[in-house]
């Protein structure tokens, strides 16, 4: 059995979205079917559907960061209840055996995790994502929305709020830490105000000083502009403990890599296109160390969620319908966003459905 519900789907990767039917699980086992309330568009999405990375198994709905109610749930299901507020990131499965879906890092699960959309579900399927009406996910891909926020703040906090909490929270930052974060975007503007939440001393590393008022909001001390500031890279050489690089462009590493202070610590959320060469000598001269981090677990989403409803943190968005998506694709590209956009589901119910639907 099936549920038929509404998704926007494009058929490849020049074609626009359209509105159409596409088919949901009704809930068995420890399935929880949520009510999806409100989806952010995240740039992997734009990267996905436009075959950027690869090529997507169209037709496909994308969309990895979706809160809602939950309105179903499956006869094992022991978390969750019909109405609580809930939310699911970029997984919806993990083999849950190997050492580490065991440790609750199934973002690193050893025999492939499932990501929420273009992945091969268990039954076969492509995994469709949240540009839609609603979403049959298993319970423990399911984290708990706190009361404080609501879903359309909440939503990017699947992706962006995680990709930028872990590496926060794995490396300990906090109280006496000067630590800077590289790019004021999606993911930069979420890193600035968990870490200031957590009481680190913060600054901003952008090109310009166009985003200054949008740095010191969010709990910046300061907005250092690599483009504008005589100098930039000697003038802050070695004055950080740690820098967490959400640049999604070529740059130069070694350059930022001196920017840390002795034992100071890079650690790498952005995917710049372009491959980077690792400077060994940046690294051995300090003991400095460069790592990388790709969003997290599910106890390690459901502690971020908890930490931002706590110190009320939620994304800054501009919300739109489902007929905007588009257009929004493109405003993304151009850094043309303040600083997440976040579908409103509830606009679905108008829209129409085209008339060659989607299998």
Known sequence: MSITVKALQKTG????FKVVNIERREP??????IDIKAAGICHSDIHTIRNEWGPAKFPLAVGHEIAGVVEAVGPDVKKYKVGDRVGVGCLVGSCGECEQCEKGFENNC??????????IDEDGTVTQGGYSQKVTVRERFVCRIPDSLDFDVAAPLLCAGITTYSPLATWEVGEGQKVAVAGLGGLGHMGVQ??????AEVSVISRSRRKEEDALAL????LLATGEDEDFFETHKGKFDFILNTIS?????PDFMNLLKPGGKMVLVGLPPEGMPIPTRALTGGRKVLAGSNIGGLPETQDMLDFC???????????IGVNDVD????????????????????TFEDAEVAEAEAA
């Open 110 to 119: 050893l025999n492939g995790a499932i990501g929420t959309y273009n992945a």
């Open 249 to 253: 462009a070529e740059f130069d590493l």
């Open 219 to 222: 709990g910046a001390k300061e």
């Open 309 to 319: 409803g706590e110190h009320n943190l939620g994304a800054k968005i501009e919300v």
């Open 28 to 33: 068995q086992g420890t399935d929880v079917l």
């Open 13 to 16: 990767p020049k074609e626009p």
């Open 194 to 199: 968990i870490a200031a939440a957590k009481g």
């Open 327 to 346: 257009a929004a694709y493109e405003r993304v590209v151009k850094g043309d966003v303040h600083f997440r956009f976040v579908i409103d589901t509830a």
